[in-house]
């Protein structure tokens, strides 16, 4: 059961004292959070799968995405999120993983731009591409998943 203030959004008229722009600080600190302890989680289940149980690195790599994503999405709805667009939790879900590869194929590309292309080194070119990849999910699960309704027209 969701909570009050937790409730799938009407549109507001724009003359509303509503702010986009009023919840995101508080937003990006609370996703900030919830994707560190996310990555936690990715990086635990990863060395775990591959270390322990010998699996191979990209089926690892894959379910440890996934265990990683649905803390994040869990911890987003829970904690950080006040506002939700879509009412099936399935289908938030699967759009919250699909924004969340938009992030790993930013990530991809701006480590193949740093490392092949400016000689970067791995390490500060991993540090880039997860800013770019935190940007970049952040803004489209907020603008997507969890802004306010507008009016439409």
């Given at each position: 059961m969701m909570s009050r203030d937790r409730q799938i959004d009407t549109p507001t008229p724009p003359a509303s004292s509503a702010s986009p722009l009023r919840n995101l600080i508080p937003e990006l600190l609370g996703y900030t959070l919830a994707s560190g302890v996310a990555l936690l989680v990715d990086v635990t289940v990863l060395a775990a799968l591959v270390k322990q149980a010998d699996w191979p690195l990209l089926a690892a790599a894959s379910l440890a995405?996934?265990?990683g994503a649905t803390v994040a999405y869990l911890l987003s709805v829970k904690f950080v999120f006040r506002h939700r667009r879509i009412e099936r939790r399935p289908w938030e879900f699967g759009y919250f993983i699909g924004l969340g590869l938009v992030g790993l194929a930013v990530?991809?590309?701006m480590l193949f731009v740093a490392v092949s292309g400016a000689g970067l080194g791995l390490v500060v070119a991993k540090v880039l591409a997860a800013g770019a990849t935190f940007a970049t999910n952040f803004t489209l699960r907020?603008?997507?998943?969890f802004a306010p309704a507008r009016l439409r027209g």
């Open positions: 995405f996934i265990a990530n991809d590309a907020r603008q997507i998943l």
